[in-house]
């Protein structure tokens, strides 16, 4: 092989060492390359074959292997099914047999059949007999006797006296010390009273509480993000990235008991200026209360426009305005309706006490509370504390006092008294050591 010619090393390595050196032959002709070529490709094709073969029995174990586990699948499937039928076939049998067994009040036995009736043989107390076929007869929901009402029969009256209806309204905050509430009260009691002796245990009810229930609730966090110019799109015209709204804030509303009764005119263009009225609407008409201008002046050697925003306002007419709004709120216990900040005293005190050893030291304890509310710039008023406590609610409320501190002979054993609150006429328990810091809070002091 060294001496030929046609020989050719495949790489350097073979031919520096002659020991390691592998070859191969250039054939001389087309005929030579033809039958190396037709080698190669039998070659080839042998080893195609081999692969193939392998592929395709790895490809039917594997799926031999799936068909194998869905079939296990589906017998534990119709196993379990089978069990399950059978358990309902067990517990089907012992209801039937619990049937059988079962008489109601008349002594008939229930019985559920599908077979034909048989002749049934019923004797007579004459020397005749007949043979019947009985009527089968089948389950009903419906009982064969009447079912008497679960309600217990009471028909005793239930009276709510007025330390009850005192608690409720202090607990509910709601007024019901009409005589519609009172009846409304006392019937609840007497159905609650006759369905008392039903058990409810494990029954319930038909709302749920959400605090029991396990709930995936989302986490507080922003996920929708960058949506301000979207929103923006809506708006037609748009000032500083923001909505122009009209004004809506009306500071006399917050003065007054209807803040409905206030009102904005159409806004009024000209050339250089824009103006607007707040209105009061009464019954009989409507009336300016205050004025809202704006104008634009050009300053022409500075090269620039300057707005002025007027506001003109009469105290007098405010007042007034306010004034006619409370008596026109006045109810029947004559009570002038004004807001807490209009009222020309916030807190009131009144005396209730049936022996009168004690008025002395009520009288007292009154002007003790008047000197530590007026160190704290509450307006504080005690009327004629000598009239009884219904005639002191009536002039208090005439005069618009907002909250009346109703001090009792309690008062002096245990420290607690009630606070009325003339807008709900409501009551509220209040000690006298926290009254101080609650009336400043009330009043906003």
């Not at 059949?113 to 089968?136: C, G, L, Q, S």
């Not at 029969?153 to 006296?161: A, E, R, T």
């Not at 749920?208 to 979207?230: M, W």
Request: glycine share 2%; hydrophobic share 35%.
């Amino acid at each position: 092989m060294e001496l030929c010619k046609l020989v050719e090393w495949s790489c350097e390595d073979c031919i520096t060492n002659h020991t390691t050196r592998s070859s191969f032959l250039i054939p001389e002709d087309d005929d030579d390359e033809e039958e190396c070529g037709a080698e190669n490709s039998t070659h080839i094709h042998s080893l195609d074959t081999r692969k193939l073969l392998q592929d395709i029995s790895r490809d039917l174990k594997k799926t031999f292997r799936e068909e194998i586990r869905n079939l296990e699948s589906s017998l534990q499937l119709i196993f379990n099914q089978m069990r399950d039928v059978e358990l309902t076939i067990k517990k089907q049998d012992t209801k039937i047999q619990d049937l059988e067994h079962l008489e109601d009040a008349s002594s008939i036995n229930i019985r559920c059949t599908n077979e034909p009736a048989r002749p049934v043989k019923y004797h007579d107390h004459t020397e005749d007999r007949r043979e019947v076929e009985a009527i089968p007869t089948f389950c009903s929901k419906v009982p064969v006797v009447p079912v008497t009402t679960l309600e217990r029969k009471n028909n005793s009256q239930f009276k709510v006296d007025s330390n009850t209806i005192a608690l409720l309204e202090r607990l509910s905050l709601v007024k019901c010390d009409t005589v519609e509430g009172v009846e409304v009260l006392e019937d609840s009691i007497a159905f609650a009273d006759k369905i008392l002796h039903i058990n409810t245990d494990n029954i319930e009810p038909l709302y749920s509480v959400l605090e029991n229930e396990n709930l995936s609730l989302r986490s507080d966090e922003i996920t929708q993000g960058n949506c301000q110019k979207d929103i923006l799109k809506n708006a037609s015209l748009t000032e500083d990235d923001y909505f122009v709204a009209p004004p809506g804030n009306i500071p006399l509303h917050e003065v007054t008991t209807t803040p409905s009764l206030f009102s904005l005119s159409d806004i009024k263009h000209k050339e250089n200026s824009a103006n607007v009225d707040v209105l009061a609407n009464f019954n009989w008409g409507s009336k300016i209360v205050e004025a809202v201008s704006i104008d634009t002046v050009s300053i022409t050697e500075l090269d620039t426009e300057s707005s002025y925003l007027r506001c003109k306002m009469s105290l007098e007419d405010a007042l007034f305005t306010l004034l006619l709004d409370g008596l026109n709120n006045s109810t029947k216990e004559e009570y002038l309706r004004l807001h807490n900040k209009m009222a020309p005293y916030k807190i009131a005190l009144a005396l209730e006490y049936d022996d009168s050893k004690y008025f002395d030291t009520l009288k007292e304890l009154a002007a003790l509370m008047m000197h530590k509310l007026e160190q704290r710039n509450i307006s504080t008023i005690c009327p004629n504390v000598e009239l009884p406590l219904k005639s002191q609610l009536r002039e208090n409320f005439k005069i618009g006092v907002t909250y009346t501190a109703i001090i009792s002979e309690n008062t002096l054993s245990n420290g607690i008294f009630h606070l009325l609150n003339s807008s709900t006429m409501l009551k509220e328990q209040i000690h006298l050591a926290d009254f101080e810091s609650y009336a400043t809070l009330l009043c906003g002091k």
